[in-house]
């Protein structure tokens, strides 16, 4: 596979239940994010590592927990969600955070339904 | 706070003509400018990047930078029906910032 993978592409979830995003990024890039969009909004930065370090956090509530085992994979931990925490979320990957090229490439997203 | 501003559209175009896209950011600061394609249902896709003043071309899409107005647009050349699609700006300041995108409508 090339470019940046997201497993699943589509999730539905009760409030209650606990699952995970995956990603994969098979570029060799050092930073990866994860952005949550939603309809009529920006695309919102949630979390950034580089080099597996969590640089940075934009006050995302706790129901959302990151995970970077290696600089190839990124995981977001999904518990007790909230029906508006339905949205796109987007995974990228960038050859460096602090660069000034910050060309971020995308993952295809997974749709999350919260019901 | 920093913001990225975009006409949401739609903006709609004929065939074989120029679209024009613009977007204004108010951090002076911002280093780096990119235009994303988006199209429905689908992740953005970088299309272009510009970090100097005036314009760069790639094909038929031309970036132009003007620091000092804090402006910066994407000219498509020669639409075509399949550029249809959402164009997001982002700029980068600390960290990469995206405007809500310009949707264009490119008809036959």
């Known amino acids: 596979e090339t470019g940046v993978t997201q497993t699943p592409r589509h999730l539905v979830m009760g409030m209650t239940n606990k699952k995970s995003l995956k990603c994969e990024q098979h570029l060799g890039h050092n930073a990866m994010y994860w952005y949550k969009q939603s309809a009529k909004k920006p695309l919102e930065l949630m979390f950034v590592y580089s080099l597996e370090e969590r640089v940075e956090n934009n006050s995302v509530p706790s129901r959302f927990s990151p995970e970077c085992p290696n600089s190839s994979h990124l995981f977001l931990h999904l518990h007790t969600l909230q029906p508006e925490d339905s949205a796109l979320y987007l995974c990228?990957?960038?050859?460096?955070?602090?660069?000034?090229?910050?060309?971020?490439?995308f993952g295809p997203g997974t749709r999350l339904t919260v019901l | 706070q920093k913001e990225v501003e975009q006409n949401s559209g739609p903006l709609s175009v004929p065939e074989g003509a120029i679209a024009s896209l613009n977007c204004t950011y108010s951090d002076r600061g911002s280093q780096s400018f990119f235009w994303y394609r988006q199209y429905s249902g689908k992740s953005p896709e970088l299309i272009m990047f510009i970090y100097s003043n005036g314009d760069k071309e790639d094909g038929r899409f031309t970036a132009q930078l003007n620091k000092a107005s804090q402006y910066v647009s994407l000219l498509i050349r020669d639409s075509q029906p399949s550029d249809s699609a959402t164009y997001l700006c982002a700029v980068l300041t600390d960290k990469l910032i995206f405007g809500t995108g310009t949707r264009l409508q490119v008809f036959p």
């Open positions: 990228a990957s960038s050859p460096s955070r602090g660069a000034a090229y910050n060309e971020q490439f």
